[in-house]
């Protein structure tokens, strides 16, 4: 999400904002070149602090510096990406990340509250044998797609898990007997065509 921060643990004492990448290559559609959107951001003096896959950090005059911290708006990184004045009129407020050991434990003691169950289900998929139910339903999907491509999707299914490859001359309703729940589960996704 797009937005002013204070995050001592990537920034230290230095407000940056956020971007969100894919909302301001929407807006750089206005624009009309050929590069990018981070193509304006350092000859408009703006500085990269922190790039993800998702988002860049960026701090800078009239975004970050020099300006009133309560009244901070989007309008000079407007300028240097779309080329027109920027006309947002109201506010942003600055998300403060609290990285005290409290607060990370009690991030952390939450996190746990919300997916623990979920990582157990997880980790228990992966060990325990594939159903009947998705046995039956698996060996239907065989006999539906070519062997070369039970062979390629069966490896992408296995792939990293426990479960061996394919011996030779292995039986396909043997080498499926094999698998697990989560594996099974990857590899009717795959036969399914929604990979």
Known sequence: MSGFTRDSKYYGDRLVYEVLDS?????????GCEDGWISHVEPAG???????????????PGLTEDVD???LTTNALWEAVTGQEGAQHWFEPVRVIDR???????????NDRVYGERRERAAA????????AQLQYLTKLVTQV?????????????????????????TTKHALKRLTKATARTLITRLTGRA
């Open 46 to 60: 703006f500085t990269i602090v922190r790039a993800r896959r998702e988002f860049v950090a960026l701090t800078g």
């Open 23 to 31: 909302k301001w290559r929407r807006y750089h559609e206005r624009c």
């Open 100 to 110: 005290s050991e409290k607060a990370e434990a009690e991030r952390k003691a939450e």
């Open 69 to 71: 911290e309560t009244r």
């Open 146 to 170: 070519s062997r070369e491509r039970f062979y390629d999707d069966f490896a992408a299914a296995i792939k990293g898990s426990t479960v061996e490859p394919r011996r030779p001359r292995e």
């Open 125 to 132: 998929a992966k060990r325990e044998p594939i159903t009947p």
